[in-house]
Structure formats: structure tokens, C-alpha cells
Nanobody
Framework: QVQLVESGGGLVQTGGSLTLSCAASGRTFSINSKAWFRQAPGKEREFVAAINWSGGTTNYADSVKGRFTISRDNTKNSIYLQMNSLKPEDTAIYYC????????????????WGQGTQVTVSS
């Protein structure tokens, strides 16, 4: 099995920065795409950013382009999400996910999920 554990969430002010981490363990060789999703109260889980595990190709939701950066460290089996210029609408629980698919931004394509980490951006 594959296990994903997020960390790095917290409370920041508008315009601040925060970096999230996700460590993977288990049979990680089965994962080709990794991504960050987020879910705010009363809303469905939405795509934030994705990265191909081997090639490093990235994709971002329009709402975070230019502000968020997804990266990977293959030696540590980890992905990161650097979040800058944070806005109150970024407040959500952030989840990391892994997919057998080579590339996907679709929630249903992801097979493995972390427990989530809370990010709160105050005004």
C-alpha cells in the first residue's frame, strides 16, 4: 500500500507565505502523478497543482498560477507546495494525492490520499 502524510499547514495573514510537505511511503513505485487538492467548508475538493513524478512536468489551477509552486524530491519521496501571496480564499484543508495515471488533474484518477493539513489565511 501507499501512505501519504501532509505537514506544514497553519495560520498566516493575507499576503504571507507557507510551504506544505507530503511524504510518501510504501509501494511508491506505482505512483506516476502527484498532486495537491484542497477543500473548503461547504465546497467540493478541487485541484490545485500536479507534478509528474519522473519528469517533473507541472500543472496548476488558474486560481493559483503565479503564486503557488509544486516541486518534488525523488530521493525523499516527497512533494512540496510553496504558497506565496496567500489570500483568504486559499483557506482550506490541503490534501496530497498520488495516481497511477501518468498525468491527471482529475480527482477521480487519484488512488492514494493523505489525511490533509489545514491552511487558514486571515484578513
Amino acid at each position: 500500500q501507499v501512505q501519504l502524510v501532509e505537514s506544514g499547514g497553519g495560520l498566516v495573514q493575507t499576503g504571507g507565505s507557507l510551504t506544505l510537505s507530503c511524504a510518501a511511503s510504501g509501494r511508491t513505485f506505482s505512483i506516476n502523478s502527484k498532486a495537491w487538492f484542497r477543500q473548503a467548508p461547504g465546497k467540493e475538493r478541487e485541484f490545485v497543482a500536479a507534478i509528474n513524478w519522473s519528469g517533473g512536468t507541472t500543472n496548476y489551477a488558474d486560481s493559483v498560477k503565479g503564486r503557488f509552486t509544486i516541486s518534488r524530491d525523488n530521493t525523499k519521496n516527497s512533494i512540496y507546495l510553496q504558497m506565496n501571496s496567500l489570500k483568504p480564499e486559499d483557506t482550506a484543508i490541503y490534501y496530497c494525492a498520488g495516481a497511477r495515471a501518468f498525468w491527471s488533474i482529475r480527482r477521480d484518477d487519484y488512488d492514494y490520499w493523505g489525511q490533509g493539513t489545514q491552511v487558514t489565511v486571515s484578513s
